[in-house]
Structures are given as structure tokens and as C-alpha cells.
């Protein structure tokens, strides 16, 4: 019996459009719809592949603030 190998995909709404986007082998894809296909050799999606890693500065600033505050305050007092 062969084995057959499964893959998932997740719809999202962005302000773009839709796009469904998956992981194969551990890459990850973003597909889109395409709005240019006119004729029927034309696809209905273009697939490109997903890179985006977020920076680790973004990630730090949004945890520090918070922990600022509680140095900047020991007593916590309001003020």
C-alpha cells in the first residue's frame, strides 16, 4: 500500500485579498488569486513562496514597554 502524503492550507482575509497559504517539505507558500488570467492557459492562482520572518526588534519592542513601566514605577504608585 502507498503511502500518500497530506498537506493543509489556511484561507486568510487580508487587505489585499484572500490567500491560502501552506507549508511543503518546510517551505512556506502564499498563493493568490490572479487577476490577470484572461484566457484559459492562464492559471486561476500564482503560488510564491513565503520568506517573511519577522524581526526580533518588533518582538522586543512590543514586551518592553511593559516591563519598563514596572521598573520606572517600583512603589507602584499611579504617578
Avoid at 49 to 73: D, G, R, S
Amino acid at each position: 500500500m502507498e503511502n500518500k502524503i497530506k498537506f493543509g492550507a489556511w484561507k486568510k482575509a487580508t487587505s489585499k485579498g484572500e490567500v491560502i497559504e501552506f507549508t511543503i517539505n518546510g517551505q512556506r507558500y502564499s498563493m493568490w488569486q490572479n487577476p490577470y488570467k484572461k484566457d484559459e492557459k492562464h492559471p486561476d492562482f500564482n503560488i510564491f513562496p513565503n520568506n517573511f520572518v519577522p524581526k526580533a526588534e518588533f518582538k522586543k519592542e512590543y514586551a518592553q514597554p511593559v516591563n519598563q513601566q514596572e521598573e520606572e514605577n517600583p512603589e507602584g504608585l499611579p504617578f
